[in-house]
């Protein structure tokens, strides 16, 4: 299983970015092979609008089963659902301890979006 964590730097050790579509970049884990690969984001940071569209797109190339993040926008949400990715907002702290909350089954569904649009 591959899940997407937002990312403020390029290890498990950066802080979870609380934005999707405007994080600086993408943790992609794979829970199977305990890898993972760093995805920049920065085309989306500064973009007038469809960011959370466009990150969700991106997520949903890499394969990923399930997003972590601190907040997620409605047309982010409704991509990333349309894609059949599961997501989890109210995440933080570090990457590798929002995995290790993901894999410990601590982390609940989001079952709606929790910002508003341009967060």
């Not at 579509?21 to 940071?45: H, L, S, W």
């Not at 469809?50 to 089963?65: K, V």
């Given at each position: 299983?591959?899940?997407?964590?937002?990312?403020?730097?390029?290890?498990?050790?950066?802080?979870?970015?609380?934005?999707?579509?405007?994080?600086?970049?993408?943790?992609?884990?794979?829970?199977?092979?305990?890898?993972?690969?760093?995805?920049?984001?920065?085309?989306?940071?500064?973009?007038a609008q469809g960011a959370g569209i466009q990150s969700g797109?991106?997520?949903?190339?890499?394969?990923?089963?399930?997003?972590?993040?601190?907040?997620?926008?409605?047309?982010?949400?409704?991509?990333?659902?349309?894609?059949?990715?599961?997501?989890?907002?109210?995440?933080s702290g570090t990457v590798q301890n929002a995995v290790d909350?993901?894999?410990?089954?601590?982390?609940?569904?989001?079952?709606?979006?929790?910002?508003?649009?341009?967060?």
């Amino acid at each position: 299983m591959k899940i997407a964590i937002t990312a403020q730097g390029k290890t498990l050790d950066a802080p979870v970015d609380p934005r999707f579509g405007r994080a600086p970049g993408f943790i992609v884990f794979d829970t199977d092979a305990k890898t993972f690969e760093y995805i920049e984001n920065t085309q989306n940071m500064q973009a007038a609008q469809g960011a959370g569209i466009q990150s969700g797109r991106r997520i949903a190339d890499t394969g990923a089963d399930a997003v972590l993040t601190g907040h997620v926008g409605p047309k982010a949400f409704t991509t990333l659902q349309a894609a059949g990715v599961k997501i989890y907002s109210g995440v933080s702290g570090t990457v590798q301890n929002a995995v290790d909350q993901f894999l410990a089954g601590n982390l609940k569904e989001t079952r709606d979006a929790d910002v508003s649009g341009h967060w």
